[in-house]
């Protein structure tokens, strides 16, 4: 066959170092385009952005020349810097991620599923609330389990060691 063909569409979610709060209403927009142009530019089809102000979810294709590992390297250096020249100095992404496999036939569910990340986290579409109705963490065990990832509880989240000395007092 001189060609190879895929149809590899991934669910993909990460979080800003620590969970902190930082992806802010004013960079939303322009951090979801800055996403979909690099995964675009990556060779991914780009089916779904959403997230709230902590963590991204990304529905996407994968290109048969690139790792999603390469992928998402490239995607979350270049967003960090992106967000930094924004004027939030203090942005990074998470060293992990999570990708799952969805099959393309039922990806309708999973796209809304993205899309409507407020309305999941907040219980509103319309923007942040007071009260989080459903935090990342929370959201996280549920994919891990939804998709039969097993994992050790004690490697899910990194703690913040400022925070942590905190705690210590």
């Not at 979810?57 to 967000?83: C, D, F, G, Q, Y």
């Not at 109705?133 to 929370?138: A, V």
């Not at 389990?145 to 000395?165: H, K, M, N, Q, S």
Request: with cysteine; glycine share 8%.
């Amino acid at each position: 066959m001189p060609q190879s063909y895929t149809r590899i569409i991934v669910h993909t979610t990460f979080s800003t170092k620590y969970r902190k709060p930082w992806i802010l209403p004013r960079w939303e927009q322009g951090l979801y385009q800055f996403l979909d142009a690099r995964l675009r530019a990556a060779g991914c089809r780009v089916y779904g952005i959403g997230g709230v102000l902590d963590h991204v979810h990304l529905l996407h294709s994968l290109p048969t020349t690139r790792s999603i590992a390469k992928v998402l390297e490239a995607i979350k250096t270049e967003s960090s810097h992106w967000m930094k020249k924004q004027g939030c100095s203090v942005f990074y992404w998470q060293n992990g991620y999570a990708s799952f496999s969805v099959d393309y036939r039922n990806m309708e569910g999973i796209q809304r599923y993205v899309e409507r990340q407020k309305l999941h986290h907040y219980g509103s579409m319309e923007g942040y609330a007071e009260v989080v109705k459903l935090s990342f963490e929370q959201e996280f065990r549920r994919l891990l389990d939804a998709y039969g990832v097993e994992y050790e509880e004690r490697w899910l989240f990194e703690t913040d060691p400022a925070e942590a000395a905190g705690n210590l007092e």
